[in-house]
């Protein structure tokens, strides 16, 4: 089983439903666990809400802090467009992958569903890519 990260700034909205997407659809898969650099505290009413209209429940999901000295631990590492290299340099030790996905915070819930769905695309993507 593959260990991913999906790292953002403030681990509230974009990296919780990378998580919950990556738990779905990656069961046995993928380890999913997501992270920031300056986590918020709490994760996003509309991501919470965007996501369960998908039948996935991340209200029990909370910000975490990224360590970096546990990125060596991972497999693949995946931030959604941030700016986390910014705000942890040392990310740029180890290969990762940016998503590069708005940031809906503070949008309207159609924007929330808008990048949910891309999200969704690319965990889709990255499982299958897995299983290869």
Same mark, same amino acid.
Not at 41 to 57: C, L, R, Y
Not at 78 to 91: A, D, Y
């Given at each position: 089983? +593959? ?13 919780? =439903? ?18 920031? *650099? =300056? ?11 965007? =996501?369960? $209209? ?9 910000? +975490? ?21 910014? *705000?942890?340099? *040392? ?5 990762? *992958? ?21 999200? $969704?695309?690319?965990?889709? $993507?990255?499982?299958?890519?897995? +299983? +290869?």
């Amino acid at each position: 089983m +593959k260990k991913v990260p999906f790292l953002c700034v403030g681990n509230s909205c974009r990296s919780q =439903m990378a998580e919950g997407f990556a738990r779905h659809y990656g069961n046995g898969i993928i380890k999913a666990h997501s992270a920031g *650099t =300056m986590p918020a505290s709490f994760v996003a009413p509309g991501a919470v809400e965007v =996501m369960a $209209e998908k039948g996935i429940n991340i209200s029990r999901q909370s910000p +975490k802090h990224l360590d970096p000295a546990r990125l060596g631990n991972y497999d693949n590492l995946i931030s959604m467009g941030c700016g986390v290299q910014e *705000t942890c340099p *040392t990310i740029f030790l180890k290969d990762f *992958t940016d998503w590069g996905l708005d940031d809906p915070m503070g949008q309207p819930i159609e924007k929330y569903r808008e990048v949910r769905d891309e999200i $969704e695309k690319l965990v889709l $993507e990255l499982v299958e890519g897995l +299983k +290869k």
